[in-house]
């Protein structure tokens, strides 16, 4: 009935502070579901979750050894009105006994769309190495392409796209198309569909409930454009209805992630040949624990051409423009690695209104001037700026800096040494490229590895 009535209305188809984990403190309306309406029932088809194995699998499972199920959200306002996991956090438990803690980060900005939540994407969510993305907010389809493909080559995360709700400004699209004039429903859905993501029709549900209880749009927005509390319930239990064994996964979960026994040592060291861009060991400590050197195709694994970066962080003193304006709101959103990186800390510096600035790193020094609204490359050929993900540049002013670190993604030695029995997960290298490699443990005393978990994202 549901699916009918849609397509009788759509016939186009069937319907702060800046730190790790950033939330805006923009107070959640506190209105409550619609007078006179029936609670809110969210449904799932058949085929939902089908992009969804590796999150259905933990939560079933759970993860051994134990740790929480990271999810990271990105995105506008939109995102941050989802809450902070409270939602999940009730109701995972209740419909998976097994599932580990949820633990839920978000990275949000002012009308922030897929274009520059890449960069945060890059900067933030991917080092994390999350179990489960979720981005909801509004923009072209092609920047949420790119964003896709980013994590698809970077990461072994599950996704989730849900279709944006209903706001007042759409009230000329009502009973004309499912499409907003800030989304394009029908081709979002086909990014999704092309990438394998899961794609969550929450226009499509939203707009059914308020049809059968003929209900206003502004029944469940707390203002013009953002979800009430209770649109906001509406959303969570429309992604969370997904979670669910569906006819078939679209993918297997060892494709993507794998546990792989430890080889027995051979010739005093211990080797495993591996596809993919991340691997982490398993083992247990002891008082008499020894330690290993980690080599990853025969290089120290923290001496490798393999990086991370941290969040591109706007001074607190820089200019602020526009009511609610923050420093993230008007900064590069997104870094570039070029050639022969050097671990080191960098720093921007505006030096005019009009977006010119110089880049200087604190182990090569100066590294050439450029402007936000120009692509740009330092002298060293370290750095890329690509004005596409400096988000307002516009509202720069001089004296306005931004900083931000690179690192090495692998460790060069791992300890054995604690409590008798102790299980243990360390990260041994990420950001890898997405091939063929060989690790090699090089022991020293009393060393008990169990087993090695590679990560290997589905597009190389």
């Not at 796209?161 to 859905?189: F, M, Y």
């Not at 870094?335 to 671990?343: Q, S, V, Y």
Request: with cysteine; hydrophobic share 35%.
């Amino acid at each position: 009935m549901k699916h009918t009535l849609i397509a009788f209305l759509f016939p186009f188809a069937l319907l702060a502070q800046d730190n790790r984990n950033i939330t805006t403190d923009e107070p959640l309306s506190l209105k409550g579901r619609p007078a006179g309406a029936p609670e809110y029932v969210a449904k799932a088809d058949g085929a939902d979750g089908q992009h969804l194995a590796l999150t259905i699998q933990k939560l079933k499972q759970g993860i051994t050894p134990a740790r929480p199920f990271l999810v990271w959200a990105v995105g506008s306002s939109y995102t941050n009105m989802l809450g902070s996991g409270e939602f999940w956090q009730e109701e995972i438990p209740k419909r998976f006994p097994n599932a580990p803690q949820i633990e839920y980060k978000k990275m949000v900005g002012n009308s922030c769309p897929w274009q520059y939540a890449r960069g945060w994407l890059r900067h933030l969510v991917i080092p994390d190495q999350p179990d489960l993305i979720i981005t909801y907010t509004i923009g072209n389809p092609q920047d949420l392409e790119k964003l896709i493909l980013e994590i698809r080559q970077h990461s072994t995360a599950d996704i989730i796209v849900p279709s944006i709700h209903w706001r007042e400004s759409d009230a000329a699209e009502w009973g004309r198309t499912e499409n907003s004039l800030q989304q394009n429903v029908e081709q979002v859905r086909e990014v999704c569909r092309k990438y394998q993501v899961e794609f969550i029709e929450n226009r499509r549900d939203w707009s059914a409930y308020l049809i059968a209880n003929k209900l206003p749009i502004s029944a469940l927005l707390k203002d013009a454009v953002h979800q009430s509390d209770y649109g906001a319930k509406i959303i969570n239990s429309n992604i969370l209805a997904h979670f669910r064994q569906p006819e078939a996964f679209s993918y297997k979960p060892e494709s993507r992630e794998r546990r792989v026994t430890a080889p027995t040592a051979k010739d005093g060291s211990i080797k495993l040949t591996f596809t993919g861009n991340r691997i982490d060991l398993i083992g247990k400590k002891s008082t008499a624990g020894g330690s290993a050197r980690v080599l990853i195709d025969g290089q120290p694994a923290d001496r490798l051409d393999a990086f991370l970066m941290s969040y591109v962080l706007p001074d607190e003193k820089n200019h602020k423009e526009g009511k609610g304006s923050v420093p993230r709101d008007q900064a590069p959103h997104a870094i570039t690695l070029g050639e022969k990186i050097i671990p080191q800390a960098w720093k921007i510096v505006m030096t005019s209104d009009e977006g010119d600035y110089e880049l200087t790193g604190s182990v090569t020094g100066p590294d050439g001037q450029g402007n936000a609204f120009k692509p740009f490359t330092s002298a060293s050929r370290q750095i890329i700026i690509d004005p596409e993900l400096w988000r307002r540049a516009e509202r720069t002013g001089r004296g306005d800096s931004f900083t931000w670190d690179i690192r090495r993604a692998g460790v060069s030695e791992v300890s054995f040494k604690g409590t008798d029995g102790e299980v243990f997960v360390t990260r041994l290298v990420q950001s890898l490229s997405n091939a063929l490699h060989t690790l090699e443990l090089l022991p020293t005393g009393k060393v008990n590895v169990e087993a090695f978990d590679v990560f290997e994202p589905p597009i190389k």
